[in-house]
């Protein structure tokens, strides 16, 4: 093969990898719709403080984990995206989504790390903070 042709293979194997890549992006959903039923919904419930409150600290998380989702993206794997992305359920989230690659991954990790797969897993001690 000549180097030219090389390069040219290369190119457009790389073009082609990006292009992929740019068109497997994070789903958008109707967050708005999302955070007003669920705020609705918490009021109803709990007696929370507002409903306008509620939607804008769920706006605020919805939006908090679309931006995680956007920038680490490439790195949850096409299986754990096509088990935690849904769009067609009811009242799809971010949040969600991003908790469920996270435990995914994070599982993924402990059984590699901890390879016998009857041994007691020890969960790593969770510090909660607020995505807004």
């Not at 509620?54 to 919805?62: A, F, T």
């Not at 794997?77 to 992305?85: K, N």
């Not at 991003?98 to 510090?127: F, G, H, S, W």
Request: glycine share 4%; aromatic share 6%.
């Amino acid at each position: 093969m000549r180097p030219t042709h090389f390069i040219k293979a290369a190119v457009a194997a790389l073009l082609s990898h990006v292009a992929f890549a740019a068109s497997a992006q994070v789903p958008t959903v109707n967050i708005e719709e999302t955070c007003s039923i669920a705020a609705t919904a918490m009021v109803q419930l709990m007696g929370s403080s507002t409903v306008d409150n509620d939607r804008e600290i769920c706006l605020g998380s919805e939006r908090g984990a679309r931006a995680t989702l956007v920038k680490d993206w490439g790195t949850y794997s096409g299986e754990d995206r096509s088990r935690c992305v849904q769009t067609g359920v009811y009242l799809p989230s971010y949040v969600e989504w991003l908790t469920c690659l996270e435990m995914e991954r994070d599982v993924r990790k402990m059984r590699i790390d901890q390879p016998n797969p009857r041994a007691p897993v020890t969960l790593p001690r969770v510090y909660a903070k607020p995505l807004w």
